[in-house]
């Protein structure tokens, strides 16, 4: 700017903010890109599940309050009920449960409530149900609900930290196990379902 007689210079402050929005764009564009590769690669069955035994009371508890601050903060009463197991990797059916618990505070609205419910809906399978309040979903938005970056609503998309792909992840993580997902909504309720092999009874030990 100095040749057309002026110049302009930004104040540290200006520069430190310009600086902190670009890495924060660059961690969400790395996140996005790790989310992709972990979808294609899952897809693709590439990524093996390990087979850990997995009691579902605990782990839904630590989500539930690694969630609540989040939950509390609009006003959401957000509760966990059940149990069961499942033999699975530990890491990639966290993820999943989080993911559903994360999609389904970010569409609760204030004062609304969020549950996650383990039950038994047939024999040999678990289903883990993530339940919220709201907004009932049209019947031709919930068959691809769980497709990469669909959004029912287009004008909810929100403040662009959330890539679109949390509840694609969900599916893949489903399917690297062998299980499936599921979605209805119906009366301001909305209830999404992890869906996996019930773990066998462990065999009592031989004796000696």
Do not use: C, Q
């Not at 409530?113 to 019947?139: F, K, Y």
């Not at 970056?149 to 004008?155: E, G, H, S």
Request: aromatic share 6%; charged share 25%.
């Amino acid at each position: 700017y100095e040749k057309y007689g002026f110049a302009y210079k930004k104040e540290p402050e200006e520069y430190r903010e310009v600086l902190g929005s670009n890495v924060e764009e660059y961690g969400r564009l790395s996140r996005m890109v790790a989310d992709m590769l972990y979808i294609a690669k899952a897809d693709e069955g590439r990524i093996v599940p390990t087979r850990e035994r997995l009691r579902l009371a605990p782990l839904v508890g630590d989500l539930v309050e690694f969630h609540r601050l989040a939950a509390e903060e609009k006003g959401i009463v957000l509760a966990g009920e059940g149990d069961g197991a499942v033999d699975g990797d530990p890491l990639m059916i966290r993820r999943a449960i989080g993911n559903l618990l994360s999609n389904a505070i970010r569409h609760t609205p204030a004062g609304g409530r969020v549950a996650v419910a383990v039950r038994r809906p047939a024999p040999g399978t678990i289903a883990i149900d993530v339940v919220n309040t709201g907004e009932t979903l049209a019947a031709e938005h919930l068959p691809r609900l769980f497709d990469r970056f669909y959004r029912a609503d287009p004008a909810r998309g929100g403040d662009g930290s959330h890539s679109g792909l949390g509840l694609a992840i969900v599916k893949s993580s489903a399917a690297a196990h062998g299980g499936s997902v599921a979605v209805a909504s119906a009366d301001g309720t909305t209830r999404f379902s992890l869906l996996l092999d019930a773990a066998e009874p462990e065999a009592p030990a031989a004796d000696s």
